[in-house]
């Protein structure tokens, strides 16, 4: 049997062939977007919208009396994200995330905050700066200016993005945004003690007893971490209390400094501005927004 020589010419045409069969494929899935996306706007009555140069469209429910945010403005907004075909995949809200099943542990619910040139969906970054603060919108993304071909599970591959969003905060100044909530906060819980040098508000509730804890001590504590509006971001339990050497490097360090003001039995409240908790980053795991002031309820059970 003559054996059949394979040319580098006869290697080229299979990969052309190859890389057809995918394009052919990408343009199908397109094309089926394309269609999709046109029966969503005449179901909805945005026949008359005509998109954006990107291709976004944009259909603002409500006019806000704000600024319009710019791309270096961080913004505080709440939002709902369906895709054409009413299936929710993200939203701030918790009660919808649960109703709809995507909730998740990791996720803080509740307005989001983020800096604009942060945000990794373009037609979402577009959409907002076409939106004035205190407006309301529907941005309408199609998978070019959203997740492209990436398959996300519950967002499918070429899937057009529908985000229903409420734009609360332009925030220009964040630390100043910040630092006003903080004295807000001050204010309405009538705390008037003094903060440390680094800028640590200790709330003693009980003092405690014994010696404070010095260097390279195993505290045993409970606590409750929330933000300033009262959402809860972490808490340890009866049954599986922290516990934290009082030298360590790996803890935010106002959360160290208020445990070595702390005596055994001691209860007290730590008030954490952004600069010595999470900083301007917030936290790398994303629950933690930038520019956060931490508050822990904290309860001393043990010190060795």
Known sequence: MRKTKITTTMILILFAGLVLSSCNK??????????????YLEEMGYTNIDPTGSGLYFVEKQEGTGDYPEVTDFVNIEFVARLVDGTMFETSDR?????????????????????????????????????????????????????????????????????????????????????????????????????????LYYVEEERGEGNLPGDNKEVTLQYKGSLLDGRVFDQSTAANPLVV????????????????????????????????????????????????????????????
């Open 95 to 199: 009660n919808l995330a649960v109703q709809n099943n995507i909730d998740r542990d990791d996720k803080l619910y509740g307005p989001a905050k983020f800096k604009l040139e942060h945000l990794g969906i373009q037609g979402l970054r577009e959409g907002l700066m076409m939106l004035k603060e205190g407006g309301s919108a529907r941005i309408i993304i199609p998978s070019n200016l959203g997740f492209g071909a990436a398959d996300l599970g519950i967002v499918p591959p070429y899937s057009t993005l529908i985000y229903d969003v409420d734009l609360i905060d332009v925030i220009s100044n964040p630390a100043e945004h910040e630092r006003n909530l903080l004295d807000k906060y001050l204010d309405d819980n009538e705390i008037d003690v003094a903060p440390t040098s680094s800028g």
């Open 26 to 39: 990408e343009d199908s899935r397109i094309e089926e977007e394309r269609v999709l996306l046109e029966q």
């Open 245 to 304: 050497n009082t030298s360590s490097t790996g803890i935010i360090p106002g959360f160290i400094e208020g445990i070595r003001m702390m005596r055994k039995g001691a209860k007290a409240r730590l008030i954490i501005p952004w600069d010595i908790g999470y900083g301007a980053e917030g936290s790398a795991e994303g629950i933690i927004p930038p520019y956060s002031t931490l508050v822990f309820e904290v309860e001393v059970l043990e010190i060795n």
